[in-house]
């Protein structure tokens, strides 16, 4: 059962545009959730972490949003440059106590020079 | 900082052969570290999950005779494929959770095995 979902496998986008990709959740004990980024035969970074008592965490070009009530989350790459280009996993898990990560199955995303 | 070697990143054997890869945390002690398995365009499927000094918990479905997982120090796991056959083949990611940290796994660079 896929606790964690990412309904869109790709998403193309022109340098410089917004890039939105999105996560929903089914499992309401989660409470921390984490984007990572992914290149062909790596493993993957780590980008940024949203905790559920927020709902906006902002790096750089990168921000993350939570929707608690609808169990989404979704990440803003902006603006996007070639560089991004890779498959963007969301995670989610507990704060504390639970090791485990449960991922989606990742959004590859291109960003068109 | 938080960086996470895995070697080899690209290894081939005969099937009946085993298999070590070795994961360490370079800048940081890791209590625990998790070795994940990827299949071609699916997402990672967690294998088991060691902390250190003790027995790992593999998740269900894996087999623990097949895959040794051993995690000596706070910087040092190894998960060894015994008796490789061809159905081995794929990406092996480990990560490691920093001591006292919050939830973050780093990852690996992956290592990829081709069973023959």
């Known amino acids: 059962d896929q606790q964690v979902k990412q309904n869109s496998p790709s998403l193309s986008v022109q340098e410089g545009r917004i890039s939105i990709l999105n996560c929903d959740y089914t499992?309401?004990?989660?409470?921390?959730f984490l984007w990572y980024k992914k290149y062909p035969a790596e493993g993957p970074t780590f980008l940024i972490s949203i905790s559920s008592i927020k709902d906006k965490n902002e790096d750089g070009r990168f921000t993350v949003f939570l929707n608690k009530s609808a169990k989404h989350l979704s990440l803003h790459i902006v603006p996007s440059q070639p560089g991004d280009s890779a498959v963007y996993f969301c995670?989610?898990?507990?704060?504390?106590?639970?090791?485990?990560?449960?991922f989606g199955t990742g959004t590859r995303l291109t960003v068109i020079p | 900082g938080a960086v996470v070697s895995q070697h080899p990143s690209w290894v081939i054997c005969k099937s009946g052969t085993s298999v070590k890869i070795e994961c360490r945390s370079l800048d940081f002690q890791a209590t625990t570290m998790f070795w994940y398995r990827q299949f071609p365009k699916q997402s990672l499927m967690l294998m088991a999950t060691s902390n250190e000094g003790s027995k790992a918990t593999y998740e269900q479905g894996v087999e623990k005779d097949k895959f040794l997982i051993n995690h000596a120090s706070l910087t040092l796991s190894t998960l060894t494929v015994t008796s490789a056959h061809p159905e081995d083949s794929s990406f092996y990611i480990c990560s490691a959770r920093e001591l006292g940290a919050k939830n973050i796994q780093y990852f690996g660079a992956g290592t990829r095995l081709s069973v023959l």
């Open positions: 995670a989610a898990s507990g704060l504390t106590g639970a090791n485990n990560l449960f």
């Open positions: 499992n309401s004990m989660f409470d921390y």
